[in-house]
């Protein structure tokens, strides 16, 4: 039997967590993404002058490039996740309108290495899993939370977990090292 908590169940869960949104039909999703696009833009606010991270959506994960332009268009600067080491932070690369984006992780699009390197303001990270506390399960690199950890240092950046309800889980027994996310939308499909 797996131990609750354990690495293994969190292996199972994203595995689960995963399945459930890839059955989530496209045009739901889609649907899903613009009320998440409208609440995201609630919550933040004026991005004027503010580096907002967003992520090449992946497997199931909401499409929020639209909303990443209309972020551009107000002022923002869009920044991309790089992993340019394992058990390391991530790096945030701007990405500018209508730039071509190289292959990472996964075959993750990214900036090129020449693209300015950034500080975000506002990070908004995909979820697995989310619970009732605001941690979330990602897919078990650790990245976001070493990234929070060391971002911290420097500057006082904001974490928004987003994903649909599907992703809601009651608690992922958190570690020490889990960082709660400050803010977190789960939109219904
Ligand atoms: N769209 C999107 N981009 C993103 C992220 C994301 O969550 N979503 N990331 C958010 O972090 C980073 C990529 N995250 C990754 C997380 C894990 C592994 C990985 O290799 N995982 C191992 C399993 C680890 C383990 O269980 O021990 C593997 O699959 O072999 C790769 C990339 C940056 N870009
Ligand atoms: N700040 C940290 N310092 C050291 N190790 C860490 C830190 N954060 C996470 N880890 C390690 O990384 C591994 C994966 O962590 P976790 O299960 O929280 O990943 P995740 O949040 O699901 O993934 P991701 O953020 O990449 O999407 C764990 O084995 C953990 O020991």
Redesign the pocket.
């Known amino acids: 039997m797996t131990e609750i908590g354990s690495?293994q169940w969190r292996?199972d869960m994203r595995a689960d967590l995963i399945a459930r949104r890839q059955e989530i039909p496209v045009a739901q999703r889609n649907k899903a993404d613009a009320k998440l696009a409208h609440m995201l833009g609630e919550y933040i606010g004026d991005v004027a002058g503010k580096v907002v991270s967003i992520?090449?959506?992946?497997r199931g994960?909401p499409d929020l490039r639209t909303f990443a332009k209309a972020c551009r268009q107000q002022g923002a600067v869009i920044a991309l996740?790089?992993?340019v080491e394992k058990a390391a932070p991530?790096a945030f690369r701007e990405w500018a309108d209508g730039m071509s984006l190289d292959r990472?992780?996964?075959n993750?699009p990214i900036p090129p290495a020449d693209a300015p390197k950034v500080m975000p303001d506002i990070v908004i990270?995909?979820v697995v899993g989310a619970d009732a506390d605001n941690y979330r399960l990602?897919?078990?690199?650790g990245?976001?939370d070493r990234t929070l950890e060391h971002l911290r240092q420097s500057k006082a950046a904001k974490a928004i977990g987003v994903g649909y309800a599907e992703q809601r889980m009651e608690t992922i027994y958190p570690h020490k090292y889990d960082i709660p996310m400050d803010h977190m939308i789960l939109v219904d499909t």
Not at 55 to 58: E, H, I, L, Q, S
Not at 138 to 141: C, S
Request: aromatic share 30%.
């Open positions: 690495s292996r992520y090449w959506p992946f994960e996740p790089v992993v991530l990472g992780v996964w993750i990270a995909p990602g897919y078990g690199g990245f976001f």
